[in-house]
């Protein structure tokens, strides 16, 4: 097996294994009722959380070494450029939102929940796009000669 | 670090994908590795002047920038 081919496998256990864990919370736990959570439902969601990032972690960082040291150096230099580049990019994104650029959507009624949660992942995702650009930009580099 | 890969292989009429394959690398290792975008590590190095039966000196050459 090639290493490629050992990259995408593990690469999509990775992936796959943590959504299907994650989903699996919620199959676990139900959907949020509104009414306040018990304590068995906060510890089985928190512990099948703590799995799923683990599972996906363990099989992320098999798949990073799966890839010779030439491509692992480039992953690595994309995750830090890209992560800190696409960390700086959500600043104005969030000067715009803490200004009231998103006034409008106030009308809307969104759930706290949601806003907590788009709170919450603005930096990781701007830091993944931003790593996924670098990422693109390197191969590109890279294939010209 | 200029290197003299690109001879060796020539010499041995390998193309990048052969020896990366007798390397267990990627071919763009090996493309990164002779067009000088890339410095091996040290055990790879080693590996790549080991399969062509040559120090490790002969193969990679320092200069100072």
Same mark, same amino acid.
């Given at each position: 097996?090639?290493?490629?081919?050992?990259? *995408?496998? %593990?690469?999509?256990?990775?992936?796959?294994?943590?959504?299907?864990?994650?989903?699996? *919370?919620? /199959?676990?736990?139900?959907p949020?009722q509104?009414?306040?959570?018990?304590?068995?439902?906060?510890?089985?969601?928190? @512990? @099948? *959380?703590?799995?799923?990032?683990?599972?996906?972690? %363990?099989?992320?960082?098999?798949?990073? %070494?799966a890839?010779?040291e030439?491509?692992?150096?480039?992953?690595v !230099?994309?995750?830090?450029?890209?992560?800190?580049?696409g960390?700086?990019? !959500?600043?104005p994104?969030?000067?715009? *939102?803490?200004?009231?650029?998103?006034?409008? /959507?106030?009308?809307?009624?969104v759930?706290p929940?949601?806003?907590? @949660?788009?709170?919450?992942?603005?930096?990781?995702?701007?830091?993944?796009?931003?790593?996924?650009?670098?990422?693109?930009? /390197?191969?590109y580099?890279? !294939?010209? !000669? | 670090?200029?290197?003299?890969?690109?001879? #060796?292989?020539?010499?041995?009429?390998?193309?990048?994908?052969? #020896?990366?394959?007798r390397l267990?690398?990627?071919?763009?290792?090996?493309?990164?590795?002779?067009? $000088?975008? &890339?410095d091996?590590? #040290?055990? #790879?190095?080693?590996?790549?002047a080991?399969?062509? $039966?040559?120090?490790?000196?002969?193969?990679?050459? &320092?200069?100072?920038?």
């Open positions: 097996m090639t290493r490629d081919q050992k990259f *995408t496998i %593990f690469l999509a256990v990775a992936i796959i294994g943590g959504i299907g864990i994650g989903l699996s *919370t919620i /199959l676990a736990v139900g949020h509104g009414a306040a959570p018990g304590t068995a439902r906060i510890i089985a969601g928190t @512990l @099948l *959380t703590t799995l799923a990032m683990a599972w996906a972690c %363990f099989f992320a960082a098999r798949a990073h %070494f890839r010779d030439f491509k692992r150096q480039r992953e !230099s994309a995750s830090y450029w890209g992560g800190w580049l960390i700086a990019a !959500s600043a994104l969030f000067f715009f *939102t803490a200004v009231g650029g998103f006034g409008p /959507l106030a009308a809307w009624n759930p929940m949601l806003v907590f @949660l788009a709170g919450y992942l603005l930096a990781p995702i701007c830091a993944a796009a931003g790593a996924i650009g670098a990422a693109l930009w /390197l191969r580099r890279d !294939s010209r !000669s | 670090m200029k290197n003299i890969l690109k001879i #060796l292989r020539a010499e041995r009429d390998w193309t990048q994908a052969e #020896l990366a394959r267990d690398v990627s071919r763009e290792s090996i493309n990164a590795i002779e067009t $000088g975008r &890339y091996p590590s #040290l055990p #790879l190095a080693f590996e790549i080991r399969l062509f $039966g040559k120090k490790i000196e002969d193969v990679f050459l &320092y200069k100072k920038h």
